[in-house]
């Protein structure tokens, strides 16, 4: 049972990357997956979020209209696009399924119009990919 985030390298100020994150040994599709990161010296942070079923995402304020997530089941895969990246988005990146039901994910709450990690742990963690946004 497996998770690789992939994709990561470096990329100039407002520039793209994609990262992948592909799951082996089990089927992502009964899961919901999320992404976080964590820059040096600073604590993790919870990125964006995709449900299970419906596909809805959620993100933090920081990434808001920059990054989008999405999964491709058929391919046990999903991923997290990054435009206009800065160089604050430095950081290693990890994605993380959740087993779920379905609906809004139980690690992701919703709090006067943003979304939060709700710091229900995860079951399966990828091993991290680095980004670093330099010119």
């Known amino acids: 049972v497996q998770l690789q985030a992939s994709g990561g390298g470096l990329v100039q100020p407002g520039g793209s990357l994609r990262l992948s994150c592909a799951a082996s040994g089990f089927t992502l599709d009964s899961y919901a997956v999320g992404w976080f990161r964590q820059a040096p010296g600073k604590e993790r942070e919870w990125i964006s979020s995709?449900?299970?079923?419906?596909?809805?995402?959620y993100s933090a304020d920081s990434v808001k209209g920059r990054f989008t997530i999405s999964r491709d089941n058929a391919k046990n895969t999903a991923y997290l696009q990054m435009n206009s990246l800065k160089p604050e988005d430095t950081a290693v990146y990890y994605c993380?399924?959740?087993?779920?039901?379905?609906?809004?994910?139980?690690?992701?709450?919703?709090?006067?119009?943003?979304?939060?990690?709700?710091?229900?742990?995860?079951?399966?963690w990828g091993q991290g990919t680095q980004v670093t946004v330099s010119s």
């Open positions: 995709i449900s299970r079923t419906d596909g809805s995402t």
């Open positions: 993380a399924a959740e087993w779920s039901r379905g609906g809004l994910p139980r690690t992701v709450t919703y709090y006067r119009g943003s979304y939060y990690y709700t710091g229900v742990e995860y079951d399966y």
